[in-house]
């Protein structure tokens, strides 16, 4: 079955851009989570979503940056004003519930120039 | 916070041997450890996972054991191929979390034809 997709693969930014990372989970899965992964490191938590509900947004390392889920399928995380410390693969996982097995997309690979 | 030790870095081993990779965790509430495998451009692949109330667990070549009283635990291939060369991940759910994954800094395996 389909799996977690997320767009753009690869994204390049001018630093001080804005910029939109697009996930689309497993269907029916009413987690979403989102990961930051440097490179050599394993992903860092970012934010977590139950249905549209952001309950979980500790990780997200400034207010540049934001997500949404609005209609508790789709998910995007935006970063504005990137700067080149934001360079790294934003990971989407999704599950069934909150303590379920996750399950990761592609990744996009951002880099801020 | 809660931390995960990943050990080793990097692991080459010949076709057919086995490959071992362990980790330590810090938060004693910890219940749920995944292994992801992490193929070069591709997302984490959820291979396989324990819960606290299980000391072991096997599918086909993969097992994990859990030492709660440790606090660690450990991945084993048997009879590796080349196809599990790849990056591998160990995680665990922060003691005040069911969904919180911190990860371990990955293993490198590298399996020699």
């Known amino acids: 079955g389909a799996g977690v997709s997320q767009s753009p693969r690869y994204k390049v930014a001018k630093r001080g851009q804005d910029v939109a990372l697009r996930c689309d989970p497993i269907?029916?899965?009413?987690?979403l989570f989102w990961y930051q992964q440097a490179l050599g490191q394993g992903p860092e938590f970012l934010t977590y979503?139950?249905?549209?509900?952001?309950?979980?947004k500790s990780g997200l390392p400034s207010d540049r940056f934001f997500a949404e889920r609005p209609e508790g399928s789709v998910s995007t995380l935006k970063i504005q004003r990137t700067q080149q410390e934001d360079s790294a693969v934003y990971l989407c996982?999704?599950?069934?519930?909150?303590?379920?097995?996750?399950?990761f997309g592609p990744g996009t690979r951002l880099t801020v120039t | 916070g809660e931390n995960v030790e990943q050990h080793p870095s990097t692991l080459s081993v010949q076709e057919g041997d086995s490959a071992v990779i362990k980790c330590t965790y810090s938060?004693?509430?910890?219940?749920?450890f995944p292994w992801y495998k992490q193929e070069l451009g591709k997302g984490p692949q959820l291979i396989i996972d324990i819960r606290s109330n299980v000391g072991e667990k096997k599918d086909q070549r993969i097992a994990v054991t859990l030492n709660k009283t440790a606090k660690h635990f450990s991945l084993h291939i048997t009879e590796t191929q080349p196809e599990d060369s790849a990056v591998y991940f160990c995680a665990a759910t922060r003691g005040d979390s069911s969904y919180k994954l911190i990860f371990g800094s990955g293993t490198r395996l590298l399996v020699r034809p």
């Open positions: 269907s029916g899965h009413v987690s």
């Open positions: 979503f139950q249905n549209e509900a952001q309950l979980d």
């Open positions: 938060d004693s509430a910890s219940n749920y």
């Open positions: 996982a999704s599950s069934l519930g909150g303590g379920a097995e996750q399950y």
